[in-house]
């Protein structure tokens, strides 16, 4: 197996027999770039994944995040630090690869209603994406998002292909205890630095 970049040395990465080619898994809060020939993985339920690759190049990557809570969840709210943190590193990491932004194309997956008192997150997420890659002229090519039930995603980013499966029946609690757990994390924690896209 061909080693990762350095700094996505904490991700899972495996050999997936099914679908014959090395995979990234990725969990809430989590963002990777592939390398050729590699497949990204993951679960979603209130939170939003973007996949986003450059058309000519084939390289591309996915993040999965949730908003922290607050009512104004603009692009230049201080609620909304998280999601542009997971958004602008992604982005950033991908440029740094040799792709060109006018190439880059995304689509977006989540913001199930999975958890009951969290009801709106799922929505505000979605907001957030679509108004985060609108501001930055990125054009959204797909999408499966809002409803009431997770969602499992294997996106290929060398040909920006995404396969997604809506996960109706759910034989236990792990996602939504995860995505409680990470909810309450980032209300906890502040974002440090400041990222500017270039």
Do not use: W
């Amino acid at each position: 197996m061909k080693a990762c970049i350095s700094i996505f040395s904490h991700i899972n990465r495996y050999e997936d027999g099914e679908n014959k080619c090395i995979t990234a898994k990725l969990l809430p809060g989590e963002f990777y770039i592939s390398q050729p020939n590699e497949m990204i993985t993951t679960v979603l339920g209130s939170c939003v994944s973007a996949c986003i690759y450059d058309i000519a190049r084939g390289r591309g990557g996915m993040n999965h995040f949730m908003l922290p809570s607050g009512n104004d969840n603009s692009p230049s709210s201080d609620s909304a630090r998280y999601g542009l943190f997971a958004m602008e590193s992604l982005i950033n990491e991908i440029l740094k690869c040799g792709c060109k932004k006018t190439n880059l194309r995304a689509k977006l997956f989540g913001g199930g209603q999975i958890i009951r008192n969290m009801s709106d997150i799922g929505r505000k997420n979605v907001q957030f994406a679509k108004t985060f890659l609108y501001a930055e002229g990125i054009s959204l090519e797909a999408s499966d998002l809002g409803l009431s039930y997770p969602r499992k995603i294997n996106f290929f980013p060398d040909t920006g292909k995404v396969m997604v499966k809506r996960l109706k029946t759910l034989h236990n609690t792990t996602i939504q205890d995860r995505e409680r757990r990470y909810f309450d994390s980032i209300n906890r924690q502040k974002v440090g630095g400041d990222i500017e896209l270039f």
